[in-house]
Structures are given as structure tokens and as C-alpha cells.
């Protein structure tokens, strides 16, 4: 899940920028996390303590009001709703990550992240882009080589991941979406060298970055076998002390090697 805040983290100053390459400092003094990171910190929180996904994210979204979610997401959050709102945006896919590291198998994860996704996103697409960024994940950590996920990935979701990014880059506009943005932010991991290609990957498509390469981040954790230490403590030190504490607790139960 560092992976997944990582991403979010170095993605944030791109949010709306249109970077359109991946030549840019990792970090900047207005680097910070945003939504992603406080709603995966939220699911992390929900399986180490068998909360409720609903009252952890109001809880969290009355601690962190001022995140940057989106506005659909902050109607239902603020005014306390309970019912999902059908959404097909890759709010869903940006927080499932924590699922793939506590769910024992693939079969598992896919319910999980169906249940995480469907509090808020029950459209089937939103549905889908959950669950196939956490079996991405969960096949990453387990060992599979990046020609299974990706196959897998098409084959269970549909998703096409034949082309570059760089057929994609020229043309490819902001979208919030699962169907338009979490395909390619498999992608971007799939053509990455390591943990810092695959955030730079995303970022350079010039999309919804924070949430791509939070997406990517989360995967390239699971296959390289980690975060590298520097950005692993960069991310931390911007993190204040409740998600900090949380992070690092869910990080010793389900992910010390």
C-alpha cells in the first residue's frame, strides 16, 4: 500500500498538469497527499480493525475534509449517505490496494475489493477497475511475471493492454474514469524497470496522475519487492501521525517479509 501513497504523493503536483514526460523531480515542496491516500489508509484501517467500510470513510473524510476528492464523492461523504452512488470513477481502484495484501487468494481479493468498491462505486465498471488493480497487485506480490497479469487482466476485465504508452501518450486526456484510466495505469507498470519507472510511467501520460500512479505505485510495490527506502521516506515524512501510524501497523502485520 506505500506504493499506492507513493504514487499519490509524487502524482499531486501533476493533478491537472498535462505532464506529458519523465523527466521531473520525484519531489517538490508541494508535494503532499490527497484523497488516494487518505481512502487507502481508510481501507487499510477497515481490515485491520473489521470496520465498516462506509463509517471509516466518513470518519476519515471528517479528518481530512479538504483532501481533494471528487465532488460526487464529497456530496455522499459530508451528508452521511449510506447508499452508493453507481460510479464508474477510479475512486475505487485508487484505495483497493490494502485488500490484495490481506485476502489469501485470488478468488478472495476479487470479493474483497468488490465489497470495498461497492460501498460507493456500484456501477460494474467501478466494480472492475477495483478488482483488477487488486488482482494485479496480489498476482504482482505472488510472484506472476507481468506477461500473466497482463493477460489476466484482459482476459477477466476486458481490459486492452496491447498498446505502448507511447501510441497512448500524444492523444491521452485527463479522465477519471476506471475504464479509460486504470487499463493504462496497468500498463504503465507493465513497461516499467522498476518502482520509480513505473510512477513515472504514469505520470507521463498526462492524465489523472496522482490516481494513476497511485494504481501503478501499487503494483510495482507488489512486483519489486517494495518501495525504494528514499521514497519510501520522503512519502512518510509527509504523512501526518494518524496515517503515518496506520501505514506502518498495517505494513508489519500483512507485509513484513
Partial sequence: MLGAIAGDVIGSVHEGARTKTKDFPLFTPESRFTDDTVLTVAVANCLLRGRDYVEAFHDYFETYPTAGYGGTY???????????????????????????????????????????????????????????????????????????????????????????????RPTYEFDASCQWSVPQSILAFLESSGFEDAIRNAISLGGDADTMACIAGAIAEGYYGGVPAEIAESVLARLDDRLRSVVREFRERYMAS
Fill in 74 to 168: 464529497f456530496w455522499w461523504a459530508s451528508s452521511r449517505r449510506r447508499e452508493p452512488y453507481n460510479s464508474w470513477g477510479n475512486g475505487s481502484a485508487m484505495r483497493v490496494s490494502p485488500v490484495a495484501y490481506v485476502a489469501t487468494t485470488l478468488e478472495d481479493v476479487l470479493q474483497e475489493a468488490k465489497r470495498c468498491a461497492q460501498v460507493t462505486h456500484d456501477h460494474e465498471q467501478g466494480i472492475r477497475g477495483a478488482q483488477a488493480t487488486a488482482a494485479a497487485v496480489f498476482l504482482a506480490r505472488m510472484g506472476s511475471s507481468k506477461e500473466h497479469i497482463r493477460r489476466y487482466t484482459e482476459e477477466q476485465f476486458g481490459y486492452f493492454l496491447d498498446e505502448s504508452l507511447d501510441q497512448i
